[in-house]
C-alpha cells in the first residue's frame, strides 16, 4: 500500500519534515517515491503540491494521521481530524471501569455411559 508519510530530515533540536510518497513497508528514512511537500513545525511554514497530492489519493495512496490532519487543515481534503495522540489509562481509570465479563466456554455434555449390570 502506498502512504503519504512525513520522513524527518534536519539536524537535532531543529526538526523539519518532507511529505513523501512511499510504499507502506519501506523505512520513512528509504527510499520514497515522491517529494510532495515540506513541513517547518518551529518556522511555521509548510509547501505542498496539491496537484501531486491529489493525484495520489485518487491513485489509492493512504495519508498518516499527521498529514491528514495537514491536509486538511490546508483544505486540500475534506473530512475529519484524526486524533494523533493516546494518552495511557492511568491505574484509576482502569479500576473505574468495568471489565467486560469473558466469555464462559461452552461444556460439552459427555456421552451416557451405559450401566453394567
Known amino acids: 500500500m502506498v502512504r503519504i508519510r512525513l520522513a524527518r530530515v ?3 533540536n531543529d526538526p ?3 511529505i513523501v510518497v512511499q ?10 517515491i515522491e517529494i510532495v511537500g515540506t513541513l517547518s513545525p518551529r518556522h511555521k511554514k509548510q509547501t505542498l ?3 501531486r497530492i491529489t493525484y495520489w489519493l485518487g491513485q489509492g ?4 494521521a499527521s498529514v491528514n490532519n495537514l491536509l486538511i ?3 486540500v481534503i475534506k473530512g475529519r481530524k484524526i486524533n494523533v495522540y493516546h494518552p495511557k489509562r492511568t491505574a484509576v481509570e482502569a ?3 468495568p ?8 461444556k460439552a455434555e459427555a456421552p451416557a455411559q451405559e450401566a453394567k449390570s
Open 73 to 75: 487543515n490546508a483544505g
Open 49 to 51: 503540491k496539491t496537484e
Open 16 to 18: 523539519s519534515f518532507r
Open 61 to 64: 495512496a493512504q495519508p498518516t
Open 23 to 32: 510504499d507502506g513497508r519501506t523505512d520513512p528514512f528509504g527510499r520514497h
Open 95 to 97: 479500576a473505574a471501569k
Open 99 to 106: 471489565a467486560a465479563p469473558a466469555a464462559e466456554p461452552v
Open 10 to 12: 534536519g539536524r537535532k
